[in-house]
T-cell receptor
Framework: GAGVSQSPRYKVAKRGQDVALRCDPI?????LFWYQQALGQGPEFLTY????????KSGLPSDRFFAERPEGSVSTLKIQRTQQEDSAVYLC????????????FGDGTRLSIL | GQQLNQSPQSMFIQEGEDVSMNCTSS?????WLWYKQDPGEGPVLLIA?????ELTSNGRLTAQFGITRKDSFLNISASIPSDVGIYFC?????????????FGQGTILTVHP
């Protein structure tokens, strides 16, 4: 497809389980971002990749959160030992180049931790 | 961290009315963007602004990048039912080179037919 694709769309996990969320950016887009959106709030920055390099992970809430983009295209956000406060929508966005380029968002993964 | 204050939090209007919402920051932003988000979907870019004072239109939408670089507004003229949704301002703070976005809290727009 032409847009950013995220999977799964919905994920339910028990507290303590590990989860992996996938993002397929728009083909050829250099920059990839992950954001976390709590209910009723705006998205908040988690981490940024330029190609395969993770250049900023300052928004990751704890060391239980890990992201990778090994070949500079698909990215995975992994959350280990999930907690209830991890429940949120996780959004992925990509942009064509580095710098202040418009970011195009996927529809997100809604994560619910029971 | 950076904060964007977006107002109003919600609006209830009649179809055909004009709408205005704004966003302010305590620090300088290099870019301002306006997104619309429908339930269960990701934010969709409406307008991007890159220069202080810039005024840009996209159909019935008009947005401006404030001259101080600390604010932006979005106007929607002649609202229609499909304008319903949550509108977010977003920006890249001064000193950020790669486009990391800070978002406002959103404005929930309801349009009565």
């Amino acid at each position: 497809g032409a847009g950013v694709s995220q999977s799964p769309r919905y994920k339910v996990a028990k507290r303590g389980q590990d989860v992996a969320l996938r993002c397929d950016p728009i083909s050829g887009h250099v920059s990839l971002f992950w954001y976390q959106q709590a209910l009723g709030q705006g998205p908040e920055f988690l981490t940024y990749f330029q190609n395969e390099a993770q250049l900023d992970k300052s928004g990751l809430p704890s060391d239980r959160f890990f992201a990778e983009r090994p070949e500079g295209s698909v990215s995975t956000l992994k959350i280990q030992r999930t907690q209830q406060e991890d429940s949120a929508v996780y959004l992925c966005a990509s942009s064509l180049r580095t710098g202040n380029q418009p970011q195009h968002f996927g529809d997100g993964t809604r994560l619910s931790i029971l | 961290g950076q904060q964007l204050n977006q107002s109003p939090q919600s609006m209830f209007i009649q179809e055909g009315e004009d709408v205005s919402m704004n966003c302010t920051s305590s620090s300088i932003f290099n870019t301002w963007l306006w997104y619309k988000q429908d339930p269960g979907e990701g934010p969709v870019l409406l307008i991007a602004l890159y220069k202080a004072g810039e005024l840009t239109s996209n159909g019935r939408l008009t947005a401006q990048f404030g001259i101080t670089r600390k604010d932006s507004f979005l106007n929607i003229s002649a609202s229609i039912p499909s304008d319903v949704g949550i509108y977010f301002c977003a920006g890249t703070a001064g000193g950020t080179s790669y486009g990391k976005l800070t978002f406002g809290q959103g404005t929930i727009l309801t349009v009565h037919p």
